[in-house]
């Protein structure tokens, strides 16, 4: 009976805390008139020409365009993440020098550091560079680590792992570069995935960078693309603009769906172990 | 290390980090400083003009303001109330369970996906009434970020998993209530973890720009009640593209953040409990 009554407590939260996106796949059935009148869940008559209408073009870019264009520059980042943070990881974690403690200091305060800081100047030497409008300004900062909270996520993975197991390694006649690519790396798999995935997702979800870095329409992410829908007040567009904000977050539940024990229990113990 | 390798090994695996550190965070960091002293449209060289952004920022500007106005109490509602919400929930699933991981899963969703453009749009639609009135369209952002409260919900139900179960036997042997053992246990053993959510919120809400460009279609209206701190630099800086004056902002935002960090850090002795399980 208790049991009962706590499933019932939890599911009265949940329900109410999930329905803007049930509401949100539901509605992207409706037509825009029924959108608007009501916040109800099921559509009276449901009907797939949201969808059709995506089928267009915007701003003269078919809208599968976007999608490619998101899944470039998250794929890119996730990848560029996990690549340059696994090295950093390493080195501190594992190997001596001189400068050790400062520079892991600072690691540790730039997590802390507000984007918006590193923002504008970024954007000003981006700009000297002529890469404005392209997807560097956006993958290439991930590929120089400078996404402290990965690098520090996997030190703290790192250090779990016995060090007999490198310095077995190093008996045999290893190296650093041998121990961190045959021992290390492989002991670290679910921080990569943990890192691929929240870069994924973050990047993919991510406004503010790409509203600053892309400007013509063919570039456009799928945040881009949403966007020109703010500025049409006519409801006529709220159907296709559901529709496409559905679609948008489906990558997000999918992950979600197959990882969601490594995402909550990576960013769960990330903040502990500190 | 037995093996005498060269320490310059270490420096290889930290080039691109060092790389990173220096071109995209140090270097920019003091070219924002130097900026934030000059006029610069990005088209010409800056011109120096001394305190002038700074001047004209804080005596001035009347959005500066209602931007740290705006930000101030997006910022004090939110971040108590997200985190009140988390430590609730938390407390509510941490019961053995087999649908525990079901439920923290389930709560933790909209942490991922709040702060997509999608889900704002959704708010937009939802709160089409709301977003016209200023102090209920800050109250809609303030429920979008609350929405949120699931990342430092697994946060604190982690932390409470940790507390040693003798303690609450010992609170059930000396006849202690609920709301005691709550006072007694689990504030003073979650502290450290509730000072951690703390700071994290606290600087994750001062950069929130998301919601507030989407629900005010970028100006931060009705009357500058969601002009978010970041969206007015935003506006300042890549709208009008007055790069010195949004450099003096950004550069404000910093010594704001790190303030706020140093109090909290600073009022965290009187109530942050660090005893070790002994």
Known sequence: ?274 | MTTGERPSVAYLFLSPWIAGAALLTAGPMLWLLYLSFTDYDMFTAPQWVGLDNYVRMLTVDPHFWNAVLATTKFVVFSVPVQLAAALGVAMLINRRSRAQGLYRSSFYAPSLLGASVSVALVWRVIFHDWIGDPDRALLALVLLAVWQFGAPMVIFLAGLQQIPPEYYDAAAVDGAGRWRTFIAITLPMLSPVIFFNLVLDTIRAFQVFTGAYVLSNGTGGPSDSTLFYTLYLYEKGFVEFRMGYASAMAWLLLVAVAAVTALLFRTSRSWVFYGDDA
């Open chain 1, 1 to 274: 009976m208790r049991r009962a009554l706590w499933h019932l407590a939890v599911l009265a939260l949940l329900v109410p805390l999930l329905y803007p996106i049930l509401w949100l796949t539901f509605a992207s059935f409706k037509p825009a008139s029924e959108i608007v009148q009501s916040l109800a869940l099921l559509p009276r008559d449901a009907i797939l020409d949201n969808y059709q209408r995506l089928t267009g073009d915007f701003a003269g870019v078919p809208a599968w365009r976007f999608f490619v264009n998101s899944t470039i520059v998250a794929g890119g980042c996730a990848a560029a993440n996990v690549a340059s943070c696994s090295l950093a990881a390493y080195a501190f974690a594992r190997l001596r020098f001189r400068l050790r403690g400062v520079l892991f200091a600072f690691m540790l305060a730039t997590i802390m550091l507000p984007v918006h800081i590193v923002l504008l100047p970024q954007y000003t030497i981006f700009q000297r560079l002529g890469l404005v409008d392209s997807f560097w300004p956006l993958i290439l900062p991930k590929l120089l680590a400078t996404d402290a909270f990965f690098v520090f996520l996997m030190v703290q993975f790192m250090r779990t792992i016995p060090r007999e197991l490198d310095e077995a390694a190093r008996i045999d006649g290893c190296g650093s570069i041998r121990i961190f690519g045959a021992v290390v790396l492989p002991l670290v798999r679910p921080a990569l995935v943990t890192t691929a995935i929240f870069t994924f997702i973050w990047t993919w979800n991510d406004f503010l960078t790409q509203l600053i870095y892309l400007s013509t329409p063919e570039k456009y992410t799928l945040p881009l693309a949403l966007r020109l829908f703010i500025d049409q007040t006519d409801q006529n567009s709220y159907g296709p603009m559901l529709a496409l904000s559905a679609l948008a977050i489906v990558p997000i539940l999918l992950f979600f769906a197959a990882f969601q024990r490594l995402l909550v229990e990576g960013f769960a113990t990330s903040g502990l172990k500190g």
